[in-house]
Protein backbone atom coordinates (compact mmCIF):
# COMPACT_ATOMS: atom_id res chain seq x y z
CA UNK A 1 0.00 0.00 0.00
CA UNK A 2 2.63 2.70 0.45
CA UNK A 3 3.85 2.44 -3.39
CA UNK A 4 -0.05 2.79 -4.03
CA UNK A 5 -0.12 5.84 -1.71
CA UNK A 6 2.58 7.36 -3.62
CA UNK A 7 1.37 7.07 -7.15
CA UNK A 8 -2.18 7.94 -6.30
CA UNK A 9 -0.68 11.05 -4.64
CA UNK A 10 1.07 12.11 -8.13
CA UNK A 11 -2.45 11.77 -9.65
CA UNK A 12 -3.54 15.52 -10.34
CA UNK A 13 -6.84 14.60 -10.76
CA UNK A 14 -8.30 11.36 -9.66
CA UNK A 15 -11.36 9.80 -11.23
CA UNK A 16 -14.09 8.13 -8.41
CA UNK A 17 -12.91 5.02 -9.88
CA UNK A 18 -8.28 5.48 -8.55
CA UNK A 19 -10.34 6.46 -5.38
CA UNK A 20 -12.88 3.32 -5.18
CA UNK A 21 -9.50 0.87 -5.53
CA UNK A 22 -7.32 2.86 -2.74
CA UNK A 23 -10.06 2.84 -0.44
CA UNK A 24 -11.00 -0.86 -0.75
CA UNK A 25 -7.02 -1.38 -0.99
CA UNK A 26 -6.98 0.33 2.85
CA UNK A 27 -9.61 -1.47 3.82
CA UNK A 28 -8.25 -4.69 2.82
CA UNK A 29 -5.09 -4.01 4.95
CA UNK A 30 -7.24 -2.59 7.79
CA UNK A 31 -6.17 0.62 7.33
CA UNK A 32 -9.58 2.18 8.20
CA UNK A 33 -8.18 5.62 9.34
CA UNK A 34 -7.15 5.90 6.11
CA UNK A 35 -10.17 5.48 4.51
CA UNK A 36 -12.05 7.82 6.50
CA UNK A 37 -9.09 10.05 5.43
CA UNK A 38 -9.78 9.79 2.07
CA UNK A 39 -13.26 9.61 1.92
CA UNK A 40 -13.28 13.43 3.75
CA UNK A 41 -10.41 13.97 0.95
CA UNK A 42 -12.59 13.46 -1.73
CA UNK A 43 -15.76 15.46 -0.83
CA UNK A 44 -13.24 18.49 -0.49
CA UNK A 45 -12.34 17.76 -3.51
CA UNK A 46 -15.86 17.19 -4.73
CA UNK A 47 -15.25 13.65 -6.27
CA UNK A 48 -18.75 12.29 -5.74
CA UNK A 49 -19.03 8.94 -4.49
CA UNK A 50 -20.68 5.91 -5.79
CA UNK A 51 -22.45 2.90 -4.91
CA UNK A 52 -19.21 1.05 -4.67
CA UNK A 53 -17.70 4.04 -2.23
CA UNK A 54 -20.39 4.29 0.12
CA UNK A 55 -20.30 0.36 1.36
CA UNK A 56 -16.80 0.49 2.01
CA UNK A 57 -16.52 3.25 3.91
CA UNK A 58 -19.21 2.07 5.61
CA UNK A 59 -17.88 -0.99 6.54
CA UNK A 60 -14.80 0.95 7.89
CA UNK A 61 -16.83 2.66 9.91
CA UNK A 62 -18.22 -0.44 11.54
CA UNK A 63 -15.08 -2.33 12.06
CA UNK A 64 -13.23 1.11 13.63
CA UNK A 65 -16.11 1.44 15.90
CA UNK A 66 -16.31 4.78 14.44
CA UNK A 67 -20.21 5.66 15.04
CA UNK A 68 -20.63 9.64 14.55
CA UNK A 69 -18.78 9.05 11.40
CA UNK A 70 -20.79 6.68 10.23
CA UNK A 71 -23.99 8.51 10.36
CA UNK A 72 -22.34 11.32 8.80
CA UNK A 73 -21.81 8.55 5.47
CA UNK A 74 -25.50 8.11 6.27
CA UNK A 75 -26.22 11.98 5.76
CA UNK A 76 -24.01 11.49 2.22
CA UNK A 77 -25.90 8.34 0.77
CA UNK A 78 -29.37 10.23 1.28
CA UNK A 79 -27.70 13.49 -0.16
CA UNK A 80 -26.77 10.97 -3.30
CA UNK A 81 -30.11 9.15 -3.39
CA UNK A 82 -28.33 5.64 -2.70
CA UNK A 83 -31.61 4.71 -0.18
CA UNK A 84 -33.16 2.24 -2.38
CA UNK A 85 -29.40 0.65 -3.58
CA UNK A 86 -29.53 -2.91 -1.86
CA UNK A 87 -25.72 -3.22 -1.02
CA UNK A 88 -25.52 0.66 0.36
CA UNK A 89 -28.74 -0.53 2.30
CA UNK A 90 -27.97 -3.50 3.62
CA UNK A 91 -24.19 -2.25 4.84
CA UNK A 92 -25.89 0.40 6.75
CA UNK A 93 -28.22 -2.14 8.46
CA UNK A 94 -25.29 -3.80 9.49
CA UNK A 95 -23.34 -0.54 10.91
CA UNK A 96 -26.64 0.82 12.81
CA UNK A 97 -26.71 -3.45 14.62
CA UNK A 98 -22.82 -3.33 15.18
CA UNK A 99 -23.69 -0.17 17.01
CA UNK A 100 -27.04 -1.86 18.98
CA UNK A 101 -29.05 0.64 17.77
CA UNK A 102 -31.83 -1.60 16.14
CA UNK A 103 -34.37 1.10 15.48
CA UNK A 104 -32.31 2.73 13.55
CA UNK A 105 -31.59 -0.16 11.46
CA UNK A 106 -35.09 -1.10 11.34
CA UNK A 107 -36.36 1.97 9.68
CA UNK A 108 -33.08 1.71 7.01
CA UNK A 109 -34.76 -2.11 6.21
CA UNK A 110 -38.41 -0.69 6.18
CA UNK A 111 -37.33 2.72 3.33
CA UNK A 112 -35.24 -0.42 1.43
CA UNK A 113 -37.41 -0.65 -2.31
CA UNK A 114 -35.63 -3.63 -2.71
CA UNK A 115 -34.94 -6.46 0.17
CA UNK A 116 -33.54 -9.63 -1.24
CA UNK A 117 -32.45 -12.46 1.30
CA UNK A 118 -29.27 -10.86 2.03
CA UNK A 119 -30.87 -7.72 3.32
CA UNK A 120 -33.17 -10.41 5.65
CA UNK A 121 -30.30 -11.99 6.63
CA UNK A 122 -28.77 -8.72 7.82
CA UNK A 123 -31.40 -7.60 9.42
CA UNK A 124 -32.64 -10.71 11.21
CA UNK A 125 -28.84 -11.29 12.34
CA UNK A 126 -28.69 -7.55 14.21
CA UNK A 127 -31.92 -7.97 16.26
CA UNK A 128 -30.06 -11.64 17.50
CA UNK A 129 -26.59 -9.19 18.26
CA UNK A 130 -28.79 -6.93 19.96
CA UNK A 131 -30.45 -9.90 21.46
CA UNK A 132 -33.98 -9.75 20.32
CA UNK A 133 -34.33 -13.22 19.71
CA UNK A 134 -38.50 -12.56 19.62
CA UNK A 135 -38.11 -9.96 16.74
CA UNK A 136 -35.64 -11.80 14.87
CA UNK A 137 -37.81 -14.96 14.99
CA UNK A 138 -40.79 -12.64 13.62
CA UNK A 139 -38.53 -11.50 10.91
CA UNK A 140 -37.97 -15.00 9.83
CA UNK A 141 -41.23 -16.11 9.44
CA UNK A 142 -41.97 -13.01 7.40
CA UNK A 143 -38.92 -13.60 5.48
CA UNK A 144 -39.86 -14.62 1.45
CA UNK A 145 -36.96 -16.52 1.06
CA UNK A 146 -34.84 -18.19 3.38
CA UNK A 147 -32.02 -19.98 2.31
CA UNK A 148 -28.90 -22.28 4.32
CA UNK A 149 -26.86 -19.12 5.61
CA UNK A 150 -30.60 -17.08 6.91
CA UNK A 151 -31.86 -20.87 8.60
CA UNK A 152 -28.33 -21.25 9.96
CA UNK A 153 -28.22 -18.03 11.51
CA UNK A 154 -31.37 -17.89 13.14
CA UNK A 155 -30.61 -21.61 14.96
CA UNK A 156 -27.20 -20.30 15.86
CA UNK A 157 -29.46 -16.94 17.25
CA UNK A 158 -31.13 -19.29 19.93
CA UNK A 159 -27.79 -21.31 20.45
CA UNK A 160 -26.92 -17.78 21.64
CA UNK A 161 -29.33 -17.21 24.15
CA UNK A 162 -28.79 -21.01 24.86
CA UNK A 163 -32.51 -21.73 24.15
CA UNK A 164 -31.30 -25.05 23.01
CA UNK A 165 -34.64 -26.78 22.55
CA UNK A 166 -35.89 -24.35 19.89
CA UNK A 167 -32.88 -24.44 18.22
CA UNK A 168 -33.12 -28.13 17.76
CA UNK A 169 -36.60 -27.57 16.90
CA UNK A 170 -35.52 -25.28 14.28
CA UNK A 171 -32.90 -27.69 13.12
CA UNK A 172 -35.07 -30.53 12.59
CA UNK A 173 -37.33 -28.62 10.15
CA UNK A 174 -34.47 -26.98 8.16
CA UNK A 175 -34.62 -28.21 5.10
CA UNK A 176 -31.63 -29.38 2.82
CA UNK A 177 -29.10 -29.24 5.87
CA UNK A 178 -25.36 -28.51 5.03
CA UNK A 179 -22.49 -29.90 6.70
CA UNK A 180 -22.39 -25.91 8.66
CA UNK A 181 -25.71 -26.45 9.85
CA UNK A 182 -24.73 -29.66 11.41
CA UNK A 183 -21.77 -28.25 12.99
CA UNK A 184 -23.60 -25.10 14.17
CA UNK A 185 -26.18 -27.15 16.31
CA UNK A 186 -23.28 -29.68 17.07
CA UNK A 187 -21.41 -26.54 18.70
CA UNK A 188 -24.43 -25.25 20.59
CA UNK A 189 -24.86 -28.19 22.03
CA UNK A 190 -20.61 -28.31 23.01
CA UNK A 191 -20.74 -24.79 24.44
CA UNK A 192 -24.28 -25.46 26.41
CA UNK A 193 -22.80 -28.54 28.43
CA UNK A 194 -24.57 -31.23 26.90
CA UNK A 195 -21.60 -32.34 25.64
CA UNK A 196 -22.98 -36.19 25.27
CA UNK A 197 -25.52 -35.13 23.00
CA UNK A 198 -22.66 -33.06 21.51
CA UNK A 199 -20.99 -36.71 20.64
CA UNK A 200 -24.28 -38.64 19.38
CA UNK A 201 -24.67 -35.99 17.49
CA UNK A 202 -21.26 -35.91 16.29
CA UNK A 203 -21.87 -39.55 15.49
CA UNK A 204 -24.59 -38.87 13.31
CA UNK A 205 -23.47 -36.39 10.75
CA UNK A 206 -23.93 -37.62 7.32
CA UNK A 207 -20.10 -35.71 6.48
CA UNK A 208 -18.10 -33.42 8.53
CA UNK A 209 -15.72 -30.96 7.99
CA UNK A 210 -12.89 -29.05 9.79
CA UNK A 211 -15.10 -27.18 11.85
CA UNK A 212 -17.01 -30.31 13.21
CA UNK A 213 -14.12 -32.25 14.19
CA UNK A 214 -13.23 -29.09 16.21
CA UNK A 215 -15.86 -28.73 17.41
CA UNK A 216 -15.66 -32.35 19.21
CA UNK A 217 -11.85 -31.75 19.97
CA UNK A 218 -12.29 -28.47 21.57
CA UNK A 219 -15.47 -29.53 23.63
CA UNK A 220 -13.05 -32.50 25.09
CA UNK A 221 -10.58 -29.88 25.81
CA UNK A 222 -13.15 -27.60 27.29
CA UNK A 223 -14.18 -30.36 29.40
CA UNK A 224 -10.64 -31.40 30.77
CA UNK A 225 -10.87 -34.42 28.64
CA UNK A 226 -7.72 -34.73 26.89
CA UNK A 227 -7.42 -38.36 26.21
CA UNK A 228 -10.05 -38.21 24.55
CA UNK A 229 -8.82 -34.91 22.64
CA UNK A 230 -5.44 -37.11 21.73
CA UNK A 231 -7.79 -39.80 20.59
CA UNK A 232 -10.34 -37.86 18.39
CA UNK A 233 -7.42 -36.14 17.12
CA UNK A 234 -6.04 -39.82 15.82
CA UNK A 235 -9.73 -40.63 14.63
CA UNK A 236 -9.67 -37.81 12.48
CA UNK A 237 -6.05 -38.40 11.18
CA UNK A 238 -6.96 -42.35 10.56
CA UNK A 239 -10.27 -41.33 8.52
CA UNK A 240 -8.42 -38.94 6.50
CA UNK A 241 -11.34 -37.51 4.71
CA UNK A 242 -10.18 -34.03 6.52
CA UNK A 243 -7.09 -31.72 7.22
CA UNK A 244 -6.57 -30.69 10.83
CA UNK A 245 -6.09 -26.73 10.53
CA UNK A 246 -4.07 -24.27 13.47
CA UNK A 247 -7.20 -24.09 15.47
CA UNK A 248 -7.21 -28.14 15.58
CA UNK A 249 -3.31 -28.40 16.20
CA UNK A 250 -3.56 -25.82 18.80
CA UNK A 251 -6.29 -28.14 20.91
CA UNK A 252 -4.38 -31.58 20.56
CA UNK A 253 -1.31 -29.05 21.92
CA UNK A 254 -2.66 -27.71 24.94
CA UNK A 255 -3.95 -31.41 25.91
CA UNK A 256 -0.31 -32.99 25.35
CA UNK A 257 0.89 -29.91 27.70
CA UNK A 258 -1.69 -30.94 29.96
CA UNK A 259 -0.64 -34.53 29.75
CA UNK A 260 2.90 -34.21 29.52
CA UNK A 261 2.69 -36.45 25.99
CA UNK A 262 5.56 -35.19 24.44
CA UNK A 263 6.34 -37.31 21.88
CA UNK A 264 2.99 -36.51 20.97
CA UNK A 265 3.46 -32.98 20.77
CA UNK A 266 6.60 -33.49 18.77
CA UNK A 267 5.12 -34.94 16.08
CA UNK A 268 2.57 -32.75 15.83
CA UNK A 269 5.45 -30.10 15.79
CA UNK A 270 6.65 -32.00 12.56
CA UNK A 271 3.11 -32.54 11.16
CA UNK A 272 2.53 -28.70 11.77
CA UNK A 273 5.68 -27.90 9.75
CA UNK A 274 5.03 -30.29 6.74
CA UNK A 275 1.58 -28.97 6.45
CA UNK A 276 2.33 -25.22 5.87
CA UNK A 277 1.87 -23.88 9.46
CA UNK A 278 5.35 -23.42 10.26
CA UNK A 279 5.11 -19.69 10.25
CA UNK A 280 1.78 -19.72 11.90
CA UNK A 281 1.89 -17.08 15.66
CA UNK A 282 -1.09 -19.73 17.10
CA UNK A 283 0.98 -22.77 16.57
CA UNK A 284 4.14 -21.38 17.69
CA UNK A 285 2.47 -20.10 20.92
CA UNK A 286 0.99 -23.48 21.77
CA UNK A 287 4.62 -25.41 20.66
CA UNK A 288 5.79 -22.67 23.26
CA UNK A 289 3.25 -23.55 26.03
CA UNK A 290 3.68 -27.52 25.29
CA UNK A 291 7.63 -28.15 25.28
CA UNK A 292 7.61 -25.83 28.54
CA UNK A 293 4.83 -27.52 30.24
CA UNK A 294 6.88 -30.62 28.99
CA UNK A 295 10.03 -30.11 30.46
CA UNK A 296 12.36 -29.34 27.80
CA UNK A 297 12.44 -25.37 27.64
CA UNK A 298 15.53 -25.46 25.32
CA UNK A 299 12.79 -26.76 22.70
CA UNK A 300 10.33 -23.87 23.72
CA UNK A 301 13.22 -21.03 23.27
CA UNK A 302 14.37 -22.31 20.03
CA UNK A 303 10.45 -21.95 18.49
CA UNK A 304 10.66 -18.89 19.67
CA UNK A 305 13.72 -18.03 17.98
CA UNK A 306 12.81 -19.11 15.37
CA UNK A 307 9.19 -17.64 14.97
CA UNK A 308 9.27 -14.59 12.25
CA UNK A 309 5.88 -12.88 14.19
CA UNK A 310 5.85 -12.93 17.62
CA UNK A 311 2.70 -11.42 19.15
CA UNK A 312 2.47 -10.46 22.95
CA UNK A 313 1.46 -14.08 23.98
CA UNK A 314 4.32 -15.41 22.14
CA UNK A 315 6.44 -13.07 24.61
CA UNK A 316 4.74 -14.11 27.47
CA UNK A 317 4.07 -17.67 27.14
CA UNK A 318 8.01 -17.80 26.60
CA UNK A 319 8.33 -15.60 29.75
CA UNK A 320 6.19 -17.29 31.93
CA UNK A 321 7.93 -20.92 30.85
CA UNK A 322 11.60 -19.83 31.76
CA UNK A 323 10.10 -18.23 35.33
CA UNK A 324 8.24 -22.02 35.84
CA UNK A 325 11.79 -23.57 34.99
CA UNK A 326 13.99 -21.32 36.98
CA UNK A 327 15.65 -19.13 34.69
CA UNK A 328 14.65 -15.99 35.69
CA UNK A 329 17.83 -14.32 34.68
CA UNK A 330 16.53 -15.15 31.17
CA UNK A 331 13.23 -14.48 31.58
CA UNK A 332 13.99 -11.28 32.87
CA UNK A 333 16.37 -10.95 29.96
CA UNK A 334 13.36 -11.43 27.71
CA UNK A 335 11.42 -8.78 29.32
CA UNK A 336 14.22 -6.04 28.31
CA UNK A 337 14.09 -7.46 24.84
CA UNK A 338 10.69 -7.04 24.71
CA UNK A 339 10.34 -3.86 25.71
CA UNK A 340 13.19 -3.03 23.13
CA UNK A 341 10.99 -4.75 20.64
CA UNK A 342 8.34 -1.71 21.53
CA UNK A 343 5.50 -4.74 22.72
CA UNK A 344 3.15 -3.44 25.26
CA UNK A 345 3.51 -5.74 28.40
CA UNK A 346 0.27 -6.75 30.05
CA UNK A 347 -0.48 -8.67 33.42
CA UNK A 348 -0.43 -11.65 32.26
CA UNK A 349 3.51 -10.52 31.31
CA UNK A 350 4.10 -9.25 35.02
CA UNK A 351 2.89 -12.38 36.28
CA UNK A 352 5.73 -14.12 34.54
CA UNK A 353 8.00 -11.64 35.43
CA UNK A 354 6.70 -12.11 39.38
CA UNK A 355 7.50 -15.74 39.12
CA UNK A 356 11.15 -15.17 37.57
CA UNK A 357 11.54 -12.60 40.45
CA UNK A 358 10.57 -14.99 42.64
CA UNK A 359 12.52 -17.93 42.09
CA UNK A 360 15.87 -15.63 42.00
CA UNK A 361 15.00 -14.81 45.50
CA UNK A 362 15.10 -11.66 43.83
CA UNK A 363 12.77 -9.45 46.78
CA UNK A 364 13.82 -5.66 46.04
CA UNK A 365 14.09 -6.43 41.88
CA UNK A 366 10.61 -8.26 42.24
CA UNK A 367 8.88 -5.32 44.48
CA UNK A 368 10.34 -2.90 41.47
CA UNK A 369 8.88 -4.38 38.91
CA UNK A 370 4.92 -4.62 40.76
CA UNK A 371 5.44 -1.05 41.21
CA UNK A 372 6.62 -0.27 37.45
CA UNK A 373 3.58 -2.33 36.33
CA UNK A 374 1.37 0.39 37.85
CA UNK A 375 4.11 3.30 37.83
CA UNK A 376 5.17 3.37 34.18
CA UNK A 377 2.40 0.50 32.43
CA UNK A 378 -0.73 1.94 34.26
CA UNK A 379 -1.44 -1.83 34.60
CA UNK A 380 -3.72 -2.41 37.79
CA UNK A 381 -2.66 -5.26 39.81
CA UNK A 382 -5.02 -8.45 40.21
CA UNK A 383 -5.22 -11.15 42.80
CA UNK A 384 -2.55 -13.19 40.94
CA UNK A 385 -0.32 -10.27 40.88
CA UNK A 386 -0.67 -9.96 45.02
CA UNK A 387 -0.50 -13.82 45.18
CA UNK A 388 3.16 -13.50 43.29
CA UNK A 389 4.32 -10.78 45.90
CA UNK A 390 3.20 -12.87 48.81
CA UNK A 391 5.00 -16.04 47.72
CA UNK A 392 7.68 -14.00 46.58
CA UNK A 393 8.19 -11.96 50.32
CA UNK A 394 7.24 -15.73 51.94
CA UNK A 395 9.98 -17.94 49.95
CA UNK A 396 12.34 -15.24 51.04
CA UNK A 397 11.30 -15.85 54.80
CA UNK A 398 9.66 -12.41 55.09
CA UNK A 399 6.95 -13.96 56.33
CA UNK A 400 5.64 -11.42 58.40
CA UNK A 401 6.12 -8.81 55.73
CA UNK A 402 4.05 -11.20 53.47
CA UNK A 403 1.25 -11.84 55.84
CA UNK A 404 1.11 -7.56 56.08
CA UNK A 405 1.00 -7.57 52.31
CA UNK A 406 -2.08 -9.68 52.60
CA UNK A 407 -3.68 -7.77 54.90
CA UNK A 408 -3.55 -4.76 52.56
CA UNK A 409 -4.08 -6.26 49.62
CA UNK A 410 -7.96 -4.42 48.02
CA UNK A 411 -9.45 -7.61 47.80
CA UNK A 412 -9.80 -10.83 50.10
CA UNK A 413 -6.99 -13.49 49.64
CA UNK A 414 -7.90 -16.68 48.18
CA UNK A 415 -6.66 -20.15 49.12
CA UNK A 416 -4.38 -20.19 46.56
CA UNK A 417 -2.38 -17.19 48.65
CA UNK A 418 -2.66 -18.98 51.65
CA UNK A 419 -1.41 -22.18 50.22
CA UNK A 420 1.65 -20.51 49.01
CA UNK A 421 1.83 -19.10 52.55
CA UNK A 422 1.57 -22.31 54.34
CA UNK A 423 4.13 -23.95 52.56
CA UNK A 424 7.07 -21.47 53.40
CA UNK A 425 6.13 -21.92 56.67
CA UNK A 426 7.17 -24.95 56.61
CA UNK A 427 10.13 -24.45 55.13
CA UNK A 428 11.02 -22.00 58.00
CA UNK A 429 9.10 -23.87 60.75
CA UNK A 430 7.12 -21.11 61.39
CA UNK A 431 3.97 -22.42 63.51
CA UNK A 432 2.01 -19.25 63.97
CA UNK A 433 1.43 -18.06 60.54
CA UNK A 434 0.70 -21.81 59.62
CA UNK A 435 -2.10 -21.98 61.46
CA UNK A 436 -3.08 -18.19 60.46
CA UNK A 437 -2.80 -19.55 57.26
CA UNK A 438 -4.71 -22.97 57.99
CA UNK A 439 -7.46 -21.06 59.70
CA UNK A 440 -8.26 -19.04 56.48
CA UNK A 441 -7.81 -22.19 54.40
CA UNK A 442 -10.64 -24.12 56.19
CA UNK A 443 -12.47 -21.19 55.54
CA UNK A 444 -11.90 -21.30 52.14
CA UNK A 445 -11.56 -24.88 51.09
CA UNK A 446 -12.95 -26.61 54.25
CA UNK A 447 -13.38 -30.09 51.95
CA UNK A 448 -9.55 -29.63 51.35
CA UNK A 449 -7.44 -32.04 53.62
CA UNK A 450 -4.29 -31.69 51.96
CA UNK A 451 -3.90 -28.24 54.37
CA UNK A 452 -4.03 -30.31 57.37
CA UNK A 453 -1.79 -32.52 55.84
CA UNK A 454 0.54 -29.71 55.40
CA UNK A 455 0.60 -28.04 58.99
CA UNK A 456 1.02 -31.84 60.18
CA UNK A 457 3.96 -31.85 58.00
CA UNK A 458 5.27 -29.38 60.35
CA UNK A 459 4.57 -30.25 63.51
CA UNK A 460 5.95 -33.68 62.39
CA UNK A 461 9.26 -31.64 61.38
CA UNK A 462 8.97 -29.90 64.93
CA UNK A 463 8.29 -33.33 66.66
CA UNK A 464 4.86 -32.06 67.70
CA UNK A 465 3.08 -35.06 67.56
CA UNK A 466 0.35 -34.55 69.85
CA UNK A 467 -0.74 -31.80 67.15
CA UNK A 468 -0.13 -34.16 64.67
CA UNK A 469 -2.48 -36.65 66.26
CA UNK A 470 -4.76 -33.98 66.35
CA UNK A 471 -4.99 -32.41 63.29
CA UNK A 472 -5.31 -36.45 62.10
CA UNK A 473 -8.44 -36.41 64.20
CA UNK A 474 -9.87 -33.12 62.91
CA UNK A 475 -9.09 -34.30 59.39
CA UNK A 476 -10.95 -37.50 59.60
CA UNK A 477 -13.82 -35.28 61.26
CA UNK A 478 -14.58 -33.59 57.90
CA UNK A 479 -15.60 -36.87 56.38
CA UNK A 480 -12.74 -36.15 53.28
CA UNK A 481 -9.70 -37.83 52.30
CA UNK A 482 -6.91 -36.29 50.41
CA UNK A 483 -6.80 -37.14 46.94
CA UNK A 484 -4.54 -39.59 46.13
CA UNK A 485 -0.99 -38.33 44.19
CA UNK A 486 -1.68 -39.22 40.42
CA UNK A 487 1.34 -39.80 37.61
CA UNK A 488 1.12 -39.54 34.07
CA UNK A 489 3.22 -42.09 32.23
CA UNK A 490 3.95 -42.24 28.38
CA UNK A 491 3.30 -45.89 26.86
CA UNK A 492 3.54 -46.78 23.73
CA UNK A 493 1.93 -43.85 21.45
CA UNK A 494 -0.71 -43.18 24.75
CA UNK A 495 -0.49 -42.20 28.25
CA UNK A 496 -1.81 -43.85 31.26
CA UNK A 497 -2.23 -42.44 34.47
CA UNK A 498 -1.77 -43.82 37.61
CA UNK A 499 -2.86 -42.85 41.34
CA UNK A 500 -1.30 -43.57 44.38
CA UNK A 501 -1.93 -47.43 45.72
CA UNK A 502 -3.65 -47.47 42.32
CA UNK A 503 -5.14 -51.49 41.41
CA UNK A 504 -7.18 -50.80 38.44
CA UNK A 505 -4.52 -51.66 35.72
CA UNK A 506 -4.72 -54.74 33.99
CA UNK A 507 -1.04 -55.28 34.72
CA UNK A 508 -1.08 -54.64 38.30
CA UNK A 509 0.53 -57.64 39.95
CA UNK A 510 3.47 -56.85 37.35
CA UNK A 511 3.88 -53.21 38.16
CA UNK A 512 3.36 -54.01 41.73
CA UNK A 513 6.55 -56.33 41.44
CA UNK A 514 8.89 -54.67 39.34
CA UNK A 515 8.36 -51.89 42.10
CA UNK A 516 9.42 -54.02 44.98
CA UNK A 517 12.53 -54.96 43.54
CA UNK A 518 13.18 -51.35 42.68
CA UNK A 519 13.02 -50.91 46.43
CA UNK A 520 15.02 -53.91 46.83
CA UNK A 521 17.57 -52.36 44.83
CA UNK A 522 17.67 -49.17 46.34
CA UNK A 523 18.32 -50.68 49.50
CA UNK A 524 21.01 -52.64 48.60
CA UNK A 525 22.45 -49.76 47.62
CA UNK A 526 22.35 -47.66 50.82
CA UNK A 527 18.94 -45.99 50.84
CA UNK A 528 17.63 -45.54 53.88
CA UNK A 529 14.39 -43.64 54.51
CA UNK A 530 14.65 -40.69 55.91
CA UNK A 531 13.70 -39.99 59.99
CA UNK A 532 10.62 -37.72 59.10
CA UNK A 533 9.24 -40.88 56.86
CA UNK A 534 9.99 -43.10 59.87
CA UNK A 535 7.94 -40.74 62.33
CA UNK A 536 5.17 -40.15 60.18
CA UNK A 537 4.34 -43.88 59.77
CA UNK A 538 4.47 -43.80 63.43
CA UNK A 539 1.70 -41.93 63.75
CA UNK A 540 0.30 -43.33 60.87
CA UNK A 541 0.15 -40.52 58.84
CA UNK A 542 0.88 -41.20 54.84
CA UNK A 543 0.51 -39.77 51.27
CA UNK A 544 -2.44 -41.56 51.00
CA UNK A 545 -4.89 -39.78 54.04
Known amino acids: MPHAHTVFDRVFKPNIALCNAMLKGYAQNDAYKQVMHLFSQMKSRDIVPNCFTLPIVLKSCLVGNAWREGEEVHCDVIKGGFGANPFVGTTLIELYSGERSIEAAYKVFGEMGERNVVAWTVMINGCILCQNIVSARRLFELAPNRDIVLWNIMVSGYIEMGEMVEARKLFDHMPNKDVM ?3 TILNGYATNGDFEVCERLFEEMPKRNVFSWN ?7 RNGRFFDVLGAFKRMLVDGDVCPNDATLVTVLSACARLGALDLGKWVHVYAENNGYKDNVYVGNALIDMY ?3 GTIENAVDVFNRMGRKDLITWNTIIGGLAMHGRGADA ?30 LVKNGMAYFQSMVDDYSIEPQI ?12 AGLLAEAVDMVKRMPMEADAVIWAALLGACRVYKNVEFAE ?16 FVML ?17 VAMRDTGFKKLPGCSLIKV ?3 VVAFYSLDERHPETKKIYETLKGLTKLLTSCGYKPTAAAEDKKRVGISSSL
Not at 215 to 221: F, M, P, Q, R
Not at 384 to 395: F, N, S
Open 492 to 494: KDG
Open 332 to 361: LSLFHQMNNARVQPDGITFIGILCASTHMG
Open 436 to 451: LALQNLIKLEPRNPAN
Open 181 to 183: SWS
Open 292 to 294: SKC
Open 384 to 395: EHYGCMVDLLAR
Open 215 to 221: VLIGGYG
Open 456 to 472: SNIYGDLGKWKDVARLK
